[in-house]
């Protein structure tokens, strides 16, 4: 274990803090800092003297060269080596509990390998809470030569955190006191004053009317759209300088960090529906730039349903709930929707892509994102480029089949909440990278549709993505209404180096999402509000309106005025400059003529999907279209399907008593793209893949934690369910019962052998367990007895290992009569484990026969 360097400090110089706080690592990230509060010291330590309570960490990243130990409410400290093996140099980040009284700022502490007691009083004072953070620094310079505001590696990830600590309040702290609104501590908060025990309360009781009174008024607007989310912090990271196509800051240094706030959500349905219904899914992104924030705000769908703003209204409202009743909440399986996308042809396309497994992902980590938009990209000598955005997932692309996501509306409401939460809790950090489209500017007229249409995508066979950076989410919010409700993303914002397209529909965003945070927010100034806030000054001539936080000081509030400030900037000081664009041709209302055809790229998406997607895709219309009672509707879009393509048409129609066309009415191309189909998608890993174990009295143990052992080794996250919750007989720990948790919560199943399938074989929740896991085309692997309790299911075409065998792999159905302790080694020669692996991160197995499946 290397010497650190550290001179131990007396009893005086170390604060007392109670027990002993360390964090698991990886076996390669084997040294991290403890204190302890008997030794009263800093040392290294190895794996096997660490211990934890998950829950006391709240975040920690984990590297080759740096380890983040942060605990909530207590201090924070960030150790980077320059040389894991051999530390030169040790740098200590630290945050004051915040029970202490002092400004909640993170700063550095920089120490040699030979620091010396001075150091550790610099340590002392920066723990203890000195008066101010300029008095920590002040000490810490003297002893070590340097101090900083910020913790910043070369990058820039924790500035809008430290913006949002001086804004953030930890009420549950020992010694704190409930108060008014207006800091009068309260000696009672249960008992209203009244005159006399059973007399009337008074007017007099102030606590009563101003706590009720709040109560009254805590609830905001939705949003008209999009009101169902959740979000989540993170950073971008440039892997390489893009000068040659933007001047945008936040394009330019690989080094850094830009901090940003993502919001995921559904977009028909309120904000209490569900995660799992067929909708869009809104991928919203804001940077926090030098420059100031820069919105991205997008689906997971790359086009639109319309193609000018000023039809968004109709389309949202024909998506609702019918006005009459309010049914149905966040569906479009009613008379309205499918009435307003018959009779708007080009809607057509977009409805396919709803139709697909792409309105169901199986998670927010796992599903892409778009900025939908053609925006313009400029550099600095102000040459245009058109560009698409895209959001890649670093885990691919995966979704839900539709009985299941119905299924986890009843069973789990918050799925895609709660998987997004726990996967950022556990380390589990979500990645996507971001790609760019780029379009010449004097291309723009090159392609049979036009690039200002929302309602198309650029095929990328046409125009090849370049992936320049990556986005990572590592922090979840501490108030879900402070910071995920109160968000407001704007097309609008934009930074020098990013402009807009003539796109119609763009344009008409640009007006409306900053328009609704006024009513939404409750006036002019939301952007106060500190998840709204960028990290860059803000200094202009705006003044009053509600809710105005800031005081703005000074004889003026106008420009020009006589003392020049706040002036305005140049292109070369961070002005933003409108490239110049040309613009001509009379006021009139109408499109260009490239935007009249609606169904070439509807059928190009169609013919991409493999056989199972368009299967599901027939379903989807089925399902929807079944749920209309206007029979003019349902042949209308009939006829719309049928321009699209004659088989789906023919199929859609005959399950939804309608005549199916006997000739095709569109344009019959063969056009097609391996980009858009999910099962192109990467089936490489099994990461975060949840996989459920169901298990009863007689249970073989060993190889339950033989096989957990080797999916956690690879990053699955196993789950135990038992007849009961908690310790079973043999130690091991249930998460869940057979009634408290279904399998559509889950990825997968496993059967270990034992004597329990005597008994679970008579539980009807445990069967329906298995069959729906094996509907749902998951993967599933069994051993010993439990490949002869699947046995017994019955699955048409599934092979299962019989005596003597030890690995039989059959359509995503895993099993073996002959366990081996090496079952889960990936490198040796039993091919079970390596089976099961390889079926997990299939994600489904399309191939199987399961209409005859009961679930």
């Known amino acids: 274990m290397p010497d650190l360097g550290f001179t131990s400090p007396n009893k005086q110089q170390l604060p007392a803090l109670a027990g002993i706080w360390s964090l698991r690592s990886n076996p390669e990230e084997q040294r991290v800092l403890q204190i302890e509060k008997q030794k009263q010291e800093i040392q290294a330590v190895t794996q096997s003297q660490l211990s934890c309570s998950p829950r006391r960490v709240s975040r920690c ?30 740098a200590i980040s630290t945050r004051r509990p915040d029970n202490l009284q002092m400004t909640d700022t993170p700063y550095r502490i920089n120490y040699t390998k030979n620091a010396n007691m001075e150091t550790m009083k610099g340590l002392y004072n920066a723990v203890t809470g000195n008066p101010t953070v300029q008095n920590v620094a002040n000490t810490t310079a003297a002893a070590v030569g340097t101090a900083v505001n910020t913790v910043n590696d070369g990058i820039r990830g924790d500035i809008k955190q ?26 009672d908060t249960d008992t209203s004053l009244k005159g ?17 009174t709040h109560f009254d008024h805590e609830r905001i607007p939705e949003r008209a759209v999009h009101a169902r989310g959740a979000g989540a912090h993170g950073y971008f990271q440039m892997y390489e300088a893009i000068p040659d196509l933007s001047c945008a800051d936040v394009f330019q240094h690989p080094s ?51 193609q000018e703003a000023i039809k968004f209204a109709d389309l949202v409202h024909a998506a609702k709930p019918e006005p009459h009743n309010e049914i149905p909440q966040a569906q479009t399986a009613h008379d309205n929707f499918w009435d307003f996308i018959s009779l708007t042809p080009e809607s057509t396309h977009m409805t396919l892509w709803t139709m697909s497994d792409r309105a169901i992902p199986r998670s927010y980590r796992l599903m892409q994102g778009f900025g939908v938009h053609t925006f313009v990209l400029y550099n600095a000598d102000g040459k245009r480029r058109f560009v698409k955005f895209h959001w890649t997932p670093k885990l691919g692309s995966h979704s839900l089949v539709w009985d299941e996501s119905q299924k986890i509306t009843g069973a789990d409401p918050d799925f895609h909440r709660r998987d997004l939460w726990e996967a950022i809790e ?50 979840n919010p501490d108030n879900y209404f402070a910071e995920t409700e109160q968000v407001a993303f704007c097309t609008q914002h934009v930074v020098p180096g990013i402009a807009f397209s003539n796109d119609p529909l763009l344009q008409g965003r640009n007006h ?113 279209l079944g749920h209309v009672d206007d029979l003019g509707v349902r042949e209308k879009m009939i006829q719309r399907l049928n321009c699209v393509d004659l088989d789906l048409a023919q199929k859609v129609a005959s399950a939804i008593g309608v005549k199916p066309p006997t000739t095709f009415d569109g344009n019959a191309h063969d056009q097609r793209s391996a980009k858009l189909t999910l099962a192109g998608s990467p089936r490489d890993s099994i990461a975060t893949r949840k996989i459920a174990f169901l298990i009863g009295p007689g249970y073989n143990s060993a190889q339950l934690k033989t096989v957990r052992a080797g999916l956690a080794a690879a990053g699955a996250v196993t789950v135990v369910i038992g007849p009961t919750k908690g310790e079973q007989e043999k130690g091991d720990e249930a998460q869940f019962t057979y009634t408290s948790c279904k399998s559509v919560l889950f990825d997968g199943l496993v059967l270990v052998g034992g004597t329990q399938y005597e008994k679970m074989s008579q539980i009807g929740e445990v069967k329906q367990f298995v069959n729906e896991t094996f509907k749902h085309c998951k993967p599933i692997g069994a051993i010993e007895e439990g490949a002869e309790f699947l046995k017994t299911f019955g699955f048409i075409g599934v092979g299962i290992a019989g005596p003597g065998e030890q690995d039989v792999s059959s359509q995503g159905v895993v099993t073996s009569m002959k366990f081996s302790p090496s079952i889960m080694d990936l490198s040796g020669t039993i091919s079970w484990g390596k089976d099961l692996h390889k079926a997990i991160a299939e994600h489904r197995h399309f191939e199987r026969i399961i209409d005859p499946v009961p679930a």
């Open 426 to 475: 556990s380390g589990a950090y979500p990645e996507w990278e971001l790609g760019l489209q780029i379009v010449e500017e004097e291309d723009e007229h090159k392609f049979d549709f036009d690039i200002l249409d929302s309602t198309k995508f650029i095929p990328e066979e046409l125009a090849p993505i370049r992936y320049v950076g990556k986005m990572v989410l590592n922090r």
């Open 61 to 90: 990243h984990l590297r080759s060269s740096n380890v983040e130990i942060s605990f909530r409410n207590f201090c924070s400290f960030v150790i980077t080596w320059a040389n894991v093996t051999t530390p030169n140099s040790l």
């Open 512 to 624: 409306s999402y900053l328009d609704t945070q006024i009513t939404r927010l409750g006036g002019p100034n939301f952007q106060e509000i500190p998840i709204n806030k960028p990290v860059c000054p803000v200094t202009n001539n705006q003044r009053d309106g509600a809710h105005r936080m800031t005081i703005n000081k000074g004889r003026v509030n106008y420009f020009p005025n006589r003392f020049g400030c706040p002036m305005t900037a140049t292109a070369a000081q961070g002005g933003y400059v409108h490239p110049p664009t040309m613009v001509h041709g009379p006021k009139i209302r109408a499109r260009g003529p490239k935007f009249a055809e609606h169904f070439n790229q509807a059928r190009y998406f169609y013919n991409s999907l493999c056989s199972w997607e368009k299967e599901h895709v027939i379903k989807s219309y089925a399902f929807e």
């Open 256 to 306: 850094e960090r830009t901090p940003v706030f993502v919001r995921f959500s559904t977009v028909a349905g309120s904000r209490g529906s569900a995660d799992t219904v067929r909708d869009v899914r809104g991928f919203a992104v804001k940077f926090y730039t030098k420059e100031g924030n820069w919105d991205l705000v997008g689906n997971n769908i790359p086009i639109f349903f319309v």
């Open 162 to 187: 430290r913006d949002l600590s001086t804004y953030t309040v930890e009420d549950c702290q020992k010694g704190n006191y409930i108060t008014t609104d207006f800091g009068t501590r309260m000696s």
């Open 196 to 212: 006399g025990e059973r007399g009337p309360i008074l007017l007099e009781d102030f606590h009563f009317r101003e706590k009720t």
